[in-house]
């Protein structure tokens, strides 16, 4: 109830300001269970799919999005339980486990349910590694998996910025992906990652973005360390000599070198 009041007074607004845009929505089937896996560049990714898609989207949210403190934690609880979004613990193990039958729910009383395959957001726009969990809940409960590419998000609000910035987006969705050939195989790790591999290849060619193979936590936690790095030399150097290299503390933001290359598409 609450999901179809925030999109019948908050949508009109949001399509005023962001005026976005929609590719293969006849993609979406009108019933039945299916799994929408998208890229993950925003907050926002889970406001504007789900404005966009005609049928009602659960997406498995972190548990972090439900615990912030203050009116942006408030703001961020509320709208993402409105939504009849579902909090996981992805801290790994059982955790892990929770959240595969949380999803399993969701699919059997024939709902759509929306994954980000990477596991959290991008950290630079660039599209990360996907884990098995969408290819092992998508064997298990036997359902199609639909690729979905949100465009123009990191732009208008990449990680870290509180405030969005107005500028258009969009929602580019993909032929329903069947995996059908591999069922009964759930529990095959060469299979659920080239099942993975394949529907991270088709959210590329969807999203135009460039693809690292390495997982976007790991990405997230070497960019940590290389500015907690930078930030010591340099902080260092200006006790060593004051005034010639700017404010104490000042850290360079330069990017990482690119490791990118594109993940291997398995023949149907």
């Known amino acids: 109830m609450i999901y ?3 999109k019948t007074i908050l949508g009109p607004f949001l ?19 299916a799994i929408l896996a998208s890229n993950h ?25 439900f615990t912030g403190r203050g009116p942006k934690g408030w703001f961020k609880k509320f709208l993402l339980s409105g939504l009849g979004q579902v909090p996981i613990d992805r801290s790994g193990g059982a955790a892990a486990e929770r959240a595969l039958r949380a999803g399993r729910r969701v699919l ?3 709902k ?14 660039r599209l990360y590694r996907g884990k098995v969990g969408v290819a092992r809940m998508a064997l298990e ?15 208008t609000q990449p990680a870290g910025q509180i405030m969005p910035k107005i500028k258009r987006v969009g929602v580019r969705i993909g032929r329903p992906m069947d995996f059908s050939r591999y069922q009964g195989k759930q529990n095959d790790r060469f299979v659920l990652r080239a099942m993975t591999d394949e529907i991270m290849y088709e959210l590329m060619v969807l999203s ?3 693809y ?23 902080g260092g150097l200006d006790r060593a000599r004051p005034g010639r290299l700017g404010r104490p503390g000042a850290v360079s933001h330069r990017p990482l070198p690119p490791v990118h290359t594109q993940p291997e598409r398995r023949a149907s």
């Not at 036997?142 to 949100?150: D, L, Y």
């Not at 390495?214 to 030399?233: C, F, G, L, P």
């Open 212 to 234: 690292v193979d390495v997982y976007a936590s790991t990405a997230k936690r070497e960019i940590a360390e290389a500015h907690r790095a930078a930030a010591e030399s340099v």
């Open 208 to 210: 135009g973005q460039e």
């Open 141 to 155: 409960a036997g359902v199609p998996v639909i690729p979905v590419a949100m465009v123009g998000i990191f732009e």
């Open 41 to 65: 560049l925003s907050f926002l990714d889970s406001v504007f799919l789900p404005l966009m898609c005609p049928r009602h989207i659960t997406f498995l949210a972190k548990s972090e999005y």
């Open 112 to 125: 759509l349910l929306g994954i980000y395959p990477e596991g959290t957001r991008s950290p630079d726009g």
């Open 4 to 6: 179809w009041i925030l």
């Open 108 to 110: 059997s009383d024939d």
């Open 15 to 33: 399509k005023l300001m962001f005026r976005p845009w929609t590719e293969g929505l006849s993609h979406v089937p009108t019933e039945g269970p």
